[in-house]
C-alpha cells in the first residue's frame, strides 16, 4: 500500500467513526423508546429504525449496499439467517437489510459500551460466554424469537475471519435452533465488509460497495437434532463454493 493511500485511510476511519457517532442518534431515540416494550414490537420498532440509520450514515461515508435474493424471504416465513463474518461492518450492515425485523446474539460486553449499548441491547440476544445459565437463557430466548416470527440472524463463525480462506469453521448452534424450533435456514453472504474494515493496519478504512446476497432456504421440516452437524455442513458447503465463485 502506497504512503498516500495509507494516510487517507486513516483520514477515512476516523471521519467514519465522526459520522457514526453523529447519526447514532437517529437510532438511539427508537431504540431507548423500544425497550419499554415487549418482543416482537421491540424488534418491529428497531429494525425500521436502524435502516433509517444506516441508510442516513452509509451513503455519508460513501458505501453502498446491494441485496441479492431478497425475494426468497417467503412472507410470513421467518428464518434463522446465517452470515459470514468478516469485519465489525458486518453487523450494522445485516441487521437492518435482513428483509424483516430479526434478533441476533451479541456478547454481553458490547451493552457496556456508553450509548451504543443501548442500541445492541435493545436489538440483541446477549450472550455471556462465561456463565453456563446464560447461555441456556440465550438457548431459550432464541427459540423464544423465533416462536414469536422473528428472524434469527446469527453468525456460525463465531468470530471475525482474519484468515485468507472463505470461511471458519461454523459452530453447530445455529442449526441445532433452526432444527429445535422447525425454521428453515436462510445463508446469507456478505461481500467486501474485510477491504472496509479490515484488521491490519488498525484504525484504517476504505470505501467499497457491499453486497448482501441470499442463497435459496433450506428445509429443517422432519430434522431431527441428530441432523445438526449434517444441515451445519451443507450450508457451510453451499455458502463456501458461493463466495469462491463469486468473489
Known amino acids: 500500500m502506497n504512503i498516500f493511500k495509507r494516510i487517507l485511510g ?12 453523529s447519526t447514532m442518534l437517529v437510532a438511539l431515540i427508537p431504540a431507548g423508546i423500544a425497550l419499554m416494550f415487549p418482543e416482537p414490537r421491540r424488534a418491529r420498532i428497531l429494525h425500521p429504525s ?27 416465513q421467518n428464518y434463522v439467517v446465517v452470515v459470514n463474518h468478516n469485519s465489525l461492518v458486518d453487523i450494522p ?8 425485523p430479526n434478533k441476533t446474539l451479541a456478547k454481553v460486553e458490547m ?7 443501548i442500541i445492541y441491547k435493545a436489538g440483541s440476544i446477549l450472550l455471556d460466554r462465561s456463565s453456563v445459565e446464560n447461555r441456556q437463557q440465550s438457548s431459550h430466548a432464541m427459540q423464544e424469537t423465533l416462536q414469536m416470527g422473528l428472524h434469527l440472524t446469527l453468525y456460525p463463525e463465531g468470530t471475525r475471519n482474519k484468515t485468507h480462506k472463505p470461511l471458519q469453521n461454523f459452530h453447530v448452534g445455529a442449526f441445532a435452533n433452526a432444527i429445535m424450533a422447525q425454521k428453515p435456514v436462510m445463508p446469507g453472504i456478505i461481500f467486501n465488509t474485510k477491504k472496509i474494515l479490515p484488521s491490519r493496519p488498525k484504525l484504517w478504512a476504505w470505501p467499497y460497495t457491499i453486497r448482501f446476497d441470499f442463497l435459496d432456504p433450506i428445509s429443517t421440516s ?8 449434517q444441515l451445519r455442513d451443507r450450508v457451510y458447503s453451499l455458502m463456501e463454493q ?6
Do not use: C, T
Request: hydrophobic residues 50%.
Open 10 to 21: 486513516h483520514v477515512y476511519f476516523f471521519y467514519g467513526m465522526l459520522l457514526f457517532i
Open 50 to 76: 436502524y435502516k433509517i440509520w444506516m441508510s442516513i450514515f452509509l451513503p455519508l461515508v460513501f458505501i453502498r449496499v446491494k441485496r441479492k435474493g431478497k425475494e426468497k424471504f417467503v412472507k410470513g
Open 93 to 100: 450492515v445485516s441487521m437492518p437489510w435482513v428483509p424483516g
Open 111 to 117: 451493552a457496556k459500551i456508553p450509548l451504543f449499548g
Open 222 to 229: 422432519g430434522m431431527a437434532m441428530s441432523d445438526k452437524n
Open 242 to 247: 458461493y463466495i469462491i465463485k463469486n468473489q
